[in-house]
């Protein structure tokens, strides 16, 4: 069974960035990964996926501050977040979906997950 741990949160200024990682405990290859968040009292919401063939998928909301990227050579999985927000405060988790292309955000079609990472973003 896959098992996916994220690093990286922290506390960040309006403005500024994070870098967060997810690591898998086996071979990412074959899967399509992507990053979600969630906030206390809202809903999971798709952050960023990247396919076995790198494409990319954004939520709305990221409007080009984050990035997205994999090395598989490594099992790792990034997202670059630029110009930070307080509304970008939230638990991001990184996933796995059994498939190599990702075609959505949708978090019920990712089959594996992490326990999360916090990013707090506050002046």
């Known amino acids: 069974q896959m098992q996916l741990e994220e690093s990286g949160g922290g506390s960040a200024q309006p403005g500024g960035s994070l870098r967060l990682s997810c690591v898998s405990s086996s071979s990412v290859s074959n899967y399509c990964l992507g990053w979600f968040r969630q906030a206390p009292g809202m809903e999971r919401e798709g952050v960023a996926a990247?396919?076995?063939?790198?494409?990319?998928y954004y939520g709305d909301f990221v409007r080009g501050r984050f990035t997205i990227s994999r090395d598989d050579d490594k099992n790792t999985l990034y997202l670059q977040m630029n110009n930070l927000k307080p509304e970008d405060t939230a638990m991001y988790f990184c996933?796995?979906?059994?498939?190599?292309?990702?075609?959505?955000?949708?978090?019920?079609?990712?089959?594996?997950w992490g326990q999360g990472t916090q990013v707090t973003v506050s002046s």
């Open positions: 990247v396919s076995v063939g790198r494409s990319m």
């Open positions: 996933a796995a979906r059994t498939v190599s292309t990702c075609g959505s955000l949708r978090a019920s079609q990712f089959a594996f």
